[in-house]
């Protein structure tokens, strides 16, 4: 496991109050839809190669990101973005919401590019309801810390919260780590034990009943099942690849051979390539 808290920073309150409430006036899209399972993901880029709101995703190029107009109008997120970042090794930076209650489908990012990029979380509004994961590690990403994450590997995000989880995610090309921060680097990265979560195995009952669910699997209701495996993830010590595992093994003792093929492609999508 890769993925690892780099530091806690202290926040200006204020400042990030104000850049927070002129973020309620921003043109959001849903470029990471396909991602979501329940719920909602509302995103805008930061900083990007153009420097405008219309280029949404992520791709390769020679040079450094240049902020967009809703970079320019977060002048304390600029600054801190600058302040934590060596930025010409900037590639992308963007705003995200997502929605109470939204889970993301397991997946791995950087397929569609030429190299892995450098991906850095930086919580602005979250609390402990609202788990991330790489593989079979459940963690929370709390407010005010700076975390790597290896998005290259498997990894999701659930939301059991009643509030927006809010974060700045900026993306680099660099050799390593070390080179991106404007600061130095852990000796020894790791996740803090009060930041993982303490899940049960799942044991044989709760999988037989997991896999009861193919009795009544149908076009209709697969997108809520895939929906309730994921959170099965944050809630039970399986890993995101198990979710794929569990939703093809009901899907096929359906006996519909097109909800196995559509989760058969998907985990390709997710996991393989796109």
């Avoid at 880029?45 to 240049?66: F, H, I, K, P, R």
């Avoid at 791995?108 to 590690?137: C, G, N, Y």
């Avoid at 050799?175 to 404007?182: I, R, T």
């Avoid at 037989?208 to 193919?214: N, Q």
Wanted: glycine share 6%; proline share 4%; with cysteine.
């Amino acid at each position: 496991m890769r993925s690892h808290r780099i530091a806690a920073i202290e926040l200006d309150e204020a400042r990030l109050a104000a850049d927070l409430a002129a973020s309620g006036d921003f043109v959001y899209n849903d470029s990471y839809a396909d991602f979501v399972s329940t719920g909602m993901l509302r995103s805008t880029m930061l900083w990007n190669q153009t420097g405008t709101l219309q280029e949404t995703s992520l791709g390769d190029y020679d040079g450094s990101a240049v902020p967009t107009p809703h970079g320019e109008a977060m002048p304390y997120v600029r600054e801190l973005v600058g302040r934590l970042f060596r930025t010409e090794y900037l590639k992308y930076a963007r705003f995200m919401r997502l929605a109470p209650g939204s889970v993301y489908v397991p997946h791995r990012d950087f397929l569609e590019l030429k190299a892995d990029m450098i991906r850095i979380h930086l919580p602005l509004q979250t609390d402990d309801s609202v788990f991330a994961s790489e593989e079979s590690t459940v963690f929370r990403m709390r407010r005010g810390e700076l975390w790597f994450l290896d998005a290259s590997r498997t990894h999701s995000v659930g939301s059991f919260s009643e509030h927006d989880r809010v974060h700045a995610i900026c993306d680099f090309t660099a050799d390593s780590l070390s080179d991106v921060l404007a600061f130095g680097t852990p000796e020894e990265p790791v996740i803090p034990a009060g930041n993982v979560a303490d899940r049960p195995p799942l044991d044989d009952r709760g999988r037989s009943a997991l896999l009861g669910l193919a009795g009544v699997l149908d076009a209709r209701n697969y997108q809520e099942i895939q929906t309730l495996l994921i959170k099965q993830h944050f809630l039970s010590d399986i890993s995101g690849d198990d979710v794929f595992t569990l939703l093809k093994e009901i899907a096929a003792a359906s006996g519909s051979s097109e909800l196995l093929t559509r989760a058969t492609a998907h985990e390709e999508y997710c996991m393989v390539r796109r």
